[in-house]
């Protein structure tokens, strides 16, 4: 069975937790699995740290057939007595509504969607306003040829996991971003269909960097391990997602969008200890919120133009101020730039 080597459960039931009515907390990885150094690493960071903090037990849940399993994993996940359910898989949002109603006791909470049910807390990240930032930065410096290894192409890419609204969220805010800064802009779009394929990341990456993109943003979590290697081979730039990944190849990850989803579930699981759980809500963290932004750029931020980086800067402030509305696809469904 798939899940038998990870869901170790009886020695966590056995663990003693904060509180003798606090049970136990899993954490569902999703595809890509942890070593991602992405999305499911700072996921289980923050993991880590809200179990260390609150004195809670958990274990983290992996499955090769994380998508396909989605109903098993979550009911076994129940069956097994955890009291509180963290899943960061995307696709497992449909099949928690069916298994939520069946156990009313356990609390869930889903990532990066809504879903309605009273034991069920949802959280969204605003991906779309980091990812503007990030199309606004990468639209500025693909033409300053004054910066190593940029050509005079106006040319950049981007390469997600799979088609979905969950990643073109992503890139409909890259685009965006990207054209408002260079209307002439030509944004190279791609799909891996995998999430954990570095040599598939490393082969897309280097065909846009021979039609001319010199700057590539991944939305593909391992996936996208080889699209900062291919930048780093060529001397040109990766933009890094949803955890700081300047320091993969320092000098050729342009910047990372962080999407802080360690903060994230670090809070639902404090409040599930403190018995402050927002079973039917929605967390929302936005630019306004710190839960998404770009990197510090540690190792770039000297490469570029100090103008730059205040139109960058700008641009944040044109979006928490209300002047820049960033085209949201989940919400609003495909803009005419993506169809």
């Known amino acids: 069975m798939a899940l038998a080597a990870t869901m170790?459960?009886?020695?966590?039931?056995?663990?003693?937790?904060?509180?003798?009515?606090?049970?136990?907390?899993?954490?569902?990885?999703?595809?890509?699995?942890?070593?991602?150094?992405?999305?499911?690493?700072?996921?289980?960071?923050?993991?880590?740290?809200?179990?260390?903090?609150t004195g809670l037990a958990g274990k983290p849940v992996e499955s090769k057939e994380v998508v396909s399993q989605a109903t098993e994993i979550l009911r076994r996940a129940s069956d097994a007595d955890f009291g509180l359910i963290v899943d960061l898989e995307y696709a497992h949002g449909e099949p928690m509504l069916e298994v939520a109603r069946d156990y009313p006791d356990t609390k869930y909470v889903i990532l990066n969607q809504v879903r309605e049910g009273a034991n069920i807390a949802s959280v969204l990240f605003q991906e779309q306003e980091g990812s503007y930032l990030a199309?606004?930065?990468?639209?500025?410096?693909?033409?300053?040829?004054?910066?190593?290894?940029?050509?005079?192409?106006?040319?950049?890419?981007?390469?997600?996991?799979?088609?979905?609204?969950?990643?073109?969220?992503?890139?409909?805010?890259?685009?965006?971003?990207?054209?408002?800064?260079?209307?002439?802009?030509?944004?190279?779009?791609?799909?891996?269909?995998?999430?954990?394929?570095?040599?598939?990341?490393?082969?897309?990456?280097?065909?846009?960097?021979?039609?001319?993109?010199?700057?590539?943003?991944?939305?593909?979590?391992?996936?996208?391990?080889?699209?900062?290697q291919a930048a780093r081979e060529a001397g040109v730039y990766a933009i890094g997602v949803d955890t700081d990944q300047d320091g993969i190849a320092p000098g050729n990850v342009l910047t990372s969008m962080v999407k802080y989803t360690d903060v994230a579930v670090e809070t639902v699981m404090k409040d599930y200890a403190a018995d402050k759980f927002p079973g039917g809500q929605t967390?929302?963290?936005?630019?306004?919120?710190?839960?998404?932004?770009?990197?510090?750029?540690?190792?770039?931020?000297?490469?570029?133009?100090?103008?730059?980086?205040?139109?960058?800067?700008?641009?944040?402030q044109d979006i928490l101020s209300g002047k820049v509305k960033v085209w949201n696809v989940v919400d609003q469904g495909y803009p005419d730039f993506m169809k």
């Open 8 to 53: 170790v459960l009886a020695s966590v039931l056995g663990t003693a937790s904060a509180r003798a009515e606090d049970k136990p907390v899993a954490l569902i990885v999703s595809q890509g699995g942890l070593g991602d150094q992405s999305y499911n690493d700072l996921g289980h960071a923050g993991f880590q740290r809200a179990l260390k903090e």
């Open 135 to 228: 199309g606004t930065l990468a639209a500025l410096v693909t033409t300053d040829t004054s910066i190593k290894g940029i050509n005079d192409k106006p040319v950049i890419g981007v390469i997600g996991g799979t088609k979905s609204a969950g990643i073109d969220k992503f890139i409909a805010g890259y685009i965006q971003g990207a054209r408002a800064s260079n209307p002439d802009i030509v944004v190279k779009v791609a799909y891996s269909n995998n999430f954990g394929d570095p040599a598939v990341g490393l082969q897309m990456a280097k065909a846009m960097i021979e039609e001319g993109a010199d700057i590539i943003y991944h939305v593909a979590g391992g996936t996208g391990m080889g699209v900062i």
């Open 283 to 316: 967390l929302s963290l936005g630019l306004r919120e710190n839960g998404v932004g770009l990197s510090e750029m540690k190792y770039t931020r000297d490469l570029i133009p100090a103008a730059t980086l205040e139109k960058v800067e700008a641009a944040k």
